[in-house]
Every structure is written in C-alpha cells, then in structure tokens.
C-alpha cells in the first residue's frame, strides 16, 4: 500500500472554528462542519448512532485499532483495476474484472453500514468513459442496471439510500427509469447514503453549478454579491448528502490521480492510494486506509496549537 502513515494522534479536528466576519471568504452559513470538523462532528456521529440502536440496528464492533469517533463520515472510492485484474488472470473478456469488482463493492457497502460510515461515494463510470469499445461500455451498463435490480432487497434491509449523479442524457430510458425506482424505494432509509457517479465528471460538474447560478443571476433571484462557497456548494449534485465532501477518498490499483472526480468537493480530503486492483479491496484493505485515516492531523490551512 502507498499512503501517508504518520505517527501522531488521531485528532487534529479540534480548531475552532473561524468567527464570522462579512468580509470573511468563507461564508457558509449553511454549514461549515466539512470545512472545519471539531469534536461536535464525533458527538454527532455518536447520536446517528444512538439513533440506529434505537431503531434496533445493532451496532457492529469496528476492527481492533479503529475509533468509531474517528471514522470518516463521507468516503469516495475510485473503483479501478478491473481490466488489469481480468488480465492477470488470463481472461479473455474484461467482464469477467467488471464482475469481481461488483462484488468488492457489495462488501464495501456492508462494511460502511456496519462500521457507521455516513456516505459513500463510488465512481462508476466516469463521462470519459464513453469513448471506450461500446462492447464495454454496454456491459458496464448492463452490470450497472443488473446490480441495481439484485441489489435493491438488500439495499432496503441494510438501510441504505441510493443516489445517482452524473449527466443521465445518455444513459438508456430503462436504466434511467430503474434508477429513478431505485431513488424513490431507498429515500427514507439513513444508515448510508450510496452515492453512485454514472457518466460523471468533476469538471462538468463545478459547470453546471456555474451555469445554474448564472441563470438565477439572470433572472433576478440571485444578485452578483451573493455568490460565495456556500452558493456554489448548493448547485453541485453532491448537494443531496448531509455530508457533500469526502473525508476520504480511496482509489485502487496503484495510480496516484483523482482522475475528474469530485474536483471541488476534494479540496480538502485525506487521500489512500492502495496497490491493490479493485477487485482484490476488501475489508483488510480497508481496514488500512481508515487506519490511515485516522493517524493523519486535519488542519484545514491552520496551525496545531
């Protein structure tokens, strides 16, 4: 594994956060808990986990050497290494990668629920991903709409909630429509929110946020001087999670980039490079990138005291 093991406390999310000042660049009211964590986000954690138990959700113990105040609420996953994986092995089709790594992300999913992660968010297939063979990318889709329909039971027992993100314009009127099943059935459950990147790109993204605001500008509901951090924040489509920004992202396989996925919502997220293809990630690895995780000091551009 490549990552960042430093040997120092668990916790830097103890700085204060900044007063409120009107010339201040960082001006959302709407909250400021993703930018600046204190000891309040662990008490939060801890009463979403309260509140579970009293809904008859056993708490699951966490692995030795993991702190459940200290477990990231949001994690993002690069899902990458299924054509090398299916390689390796010597398979002819690279299904056969896409398959096995199906899997990896149903035991990730489990683990987050039992582990008390608030948001995961996997990047399923990337808007550049449309030029690849179309033999490929119609198996994808398939697999994609397959894991939606087996899934869906389980999804509900767990109490996941599933959402999608991503420019839909070419995904089939099927998918589409089981997406939108899918979305309605999960709304109301919380112990995760599964939020899925289908045909996303971070660039798009933060566009049409602009594009968005521009218009509101235009039509009079929005003045020039309002536009701010917390404006823009509202229009990007990670909007729809209690906790928009990854408190860690994790990609497989060994590459060291984040590859246009959540560009602005990763300004400041902790980063886990592991060696292992995707389909090989599973609760060991896991288990090392939140204990990585948890080594690290979050400073947020301040100074520990």
Known sequence: MQSLNLPIPIYNNNLAPRKADKHSLFRNTRDQTHRFPTLLLAAKHDLDLKEE???GVAAVPLPEGLLREAMPRHVAVIMDGNARWARQRGFIALSAGHEAG???LRELVELCCDWGVR?????A??????????VEVDFLMSLFERMLKSELDNFVRQGARVST?????????SLKKLISDVEEKTKDNSRLHLIVAVSYSGKYDVTQACKSIAQKVKDGTVQLEDIDESLLEQELETNCAEYPCPDLLIRTSGELRISNFLLWQLAYTELFFAEALWPDFGKAEFIEALTSYQQRQRRYGGRRS
Request: charged share 35%.
């Open 119 to 123: 948001v995961l968010t996997v990047f």
């Open 125 to 134: 297939f990337s808007y550049d991903n449309w030029i690849r063979p179309k």
């Open 165 to 173: 993100i991503g420019d839909s314009s070419r995904l089939s009127e």
């Open 102 to 104: 199906a899997r990896s």
């Open 53 to 55: 138990e009293d809904k």
